[in-house]
């Protein structure tokens, strides 16, 4: 599996920043970096990453991806900053702002684990606490106040008034159906993050967007037509309800179930991420209020065995090594 693939895999030689730079031309997308993580494969090629660095070959290998679209998904993630290239033998491995994704592994992993123990493409990694040794179930947090045990519901999330509407839409627009999540299969987190258009949904189901009329206002580059397809898709995954707006009115909206809502760790994970990486004057696009600190919240993962809170150092994600994919078709 070492051979050089057909389609030469992109290269370190292009002016790849360092650093992650900001999109200038995209100052404050809505979580640039929720949507750069929100796309299947490209969580799937970060969760590789994480056992150490990876080739072309041992991706191709283990995602079962074509050559064009782990082609443009490493260029893109090569161009984000996630990923570097380089050595003679052409391996990528995960930058510092790679690196820090840890914690929404950390949350994708949990989300799993309730949710869909056996699916093919959950994220199977054994978190250990260095600290106290134990493998630890997370407990979610605010790293501003200290309180633990928060949900979704301990918050507020809301859009960024500095940022406008437009950024929403996709920089790059991912041809990828989200109907690899199909079957009934438990629907792993990364099959739910499986595109933009199904992550932005997500992202405005949690900043309390019910109304198709809403949806679209949020994201009008997406066609009508996807925007239904997506949510029936998101309802049929038990993520999203579609239920009355009021009661006994006939006009219905979609609200996130008790599933949907356990992405929220993941989802407060991944806009700290964009804000810390992707964006200049430290904005997301989406800004959540921790209610009782009144804080802007900083996610943080507890230890359930010792109570110490969970850092880069003193956790062992513990990923273990690529396996073949289940045939994961594009
Ligand atoms: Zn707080
Ligand atoms: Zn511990």
């Given at each position: 599996?070492?051979?050089?693939?057909?389609?030469?895999?992109?290269?370190?030689?292009?002016?790849?920043?360092?650093?992650?730079?900001?999109?200038?031309?995209?100052?404050?997308?809505?979580?640039?970096?929720?949507?750069?993580?929100?796309?299947?494969?490209?969580?799937?090629?970060?969760?590789?990453?994480?056992?150490?660095?990876?080739?072309?070959?041992?991706?191709?290998?283990?995602?079962?991806?074509?050559?064009?679209?782990?082609?443009r998904r490493l260029r893109d993630l090569l161009s984000?900053?996630?990923?570097?290239?380089?050595?003679?033998?052409?391996?990528?491995?995960?930058?510092?702002?790679?690196?820090?994704?840890?914690?929404?592994?950390?949350?994708?992993?949990?989300?799993?684990?309730?949710?869909?123990?056996?699916?093919?493409?959950?994220?199977?990694?054994?978190?250990?606490?260095?600290?106290?040794?134990?493998?630890?179930?997370?407990?979610?947090g605010c790293g501003v106040c200290g309180a633990i045990?928060?949900?979704?519901?301990?918050?507020?999330?809301?859009?960024?008034?500095?940022?406008?509407?437009?950024?929403?839409?996709?920089?790059?627009?991912?041809?990828?159906?989200?109907?690899?999540?199909?079957?009934?299969?438990?629907?792993?987190?990364?099959?739910?993050?499986?595109?933009?258009?199904?992550?932005?949904?997500?992202?405005?189901?949690?900043?309390?967007?019910?109304?198709?009329?809403?949806?679209?206002?949020?994201?009008?580059?997406?066609?009508?037509?996807?925007?239904?397809?997506?949510?029936?898709?998101?309802?049929?995954?038990?993520?999203?309800?579609?239920?009355?707006?009021?009661?006994?009115?006939?006009?219905?909206?979609?609200?996130?179930?008790?599933?949907?809502?356990?992405?929220?760790?993941?989802?407060?994970?991944?806009?700290?991420?964009?804000?810390?990486?992707?964006?200049?004057?430290?904005?997301?696009?989406?800004?959540?209020?921790?209610?009782?600190?009144?804080?802007?919240?900083?996610?943080?993962?507890?230890?359930?065995?010792?109570?110490?809170?969970?850092?880069?150092?003193?956790?062992?994600?513990?990923?273990?090594?690529?396996?073949?994919?289940?045939?994961?078709?594009?």
């Open positions: 599996m070492d051979q050089v693939p057909s389609s030469a895999p992109p290269t370190s030689a292009s002016p790849t920043p360092a650093t992650p730079h900001a999109h200038p031309s995209h100052p404050t997308s809505l979580g640039h970096g929720l949507l750069v993580m929100g796309d299947l494969w490209n969580l799937l090629i970060v969760r590789e990453a994480l056992a150490g660095p990876v080739r072309f070959g041992d991706l191709k290998a283990a995602l079962a991806i074509s050559d064009p679209v782990l082609t984000d900053g996630v990923l570097e290239a380089d050595g003679p033998r052409q391996e990528y491995r995960l930058t510092d702002a790679g690196e820090d994704l840890w914690p929404a592994f950390v949350a994708i992993n949990a989300w799993d684990r309730r949710w869909a123990p056996n699916s093919p493409l959950r994220v199977r990694v054994r978190p250990r606490h260095l600290t106290c040794g134990h493998r630890f179930d997370p407990v979610f045990g928060l949900s979704a519901r301990d918050t507020e999330a809301a859009r960024d008034p500095a940022v406008p509407a437009e950024a929403a839409n996709p920089r790059r627009r991912y041809h990828r159906s989200a109907s690899a999540a199909g079957g009934d299969a438990p629907i792993a987190a990364a099959a739910v993050l499986a595109d933009r258009t199904s992550t932005s949904i997500l992202a405005s189901a949690f900043l309390g967007i019910h109304r198709f009329g809403d949806f679209q206002r949020l994201m009008p580059d997406t066609a009508p037509h996807t925007l239904t397809t997506r949510l029936s898709l998101l309802t049929h995954q038990g993520i999203l309800t579609k239920t009355p707006l009021q009661e006994g009115s006939r006009r219905t909206g979609y609200r996130l179930t008790p599933k949907g809502h356990d992405f929220f760790p993941t989802f407060a994970f991944l806009i700290a991420w964009s804000e810390q990486r992707f964006s200049a004057d430290g904005l997301a696009g989406v800004r959540i209020t921790h209610r009782t600190c009144g804080e802007s919240l900083r996610p943080r993962w507890t230890c359930n065995a010792c109570n110490g809170a969970l850092t880069a150092t003193s956790v062992d994600v513990g990923y273990t090594p690529r396996s073949p994919a289940p045939g994961i078709a594009e």
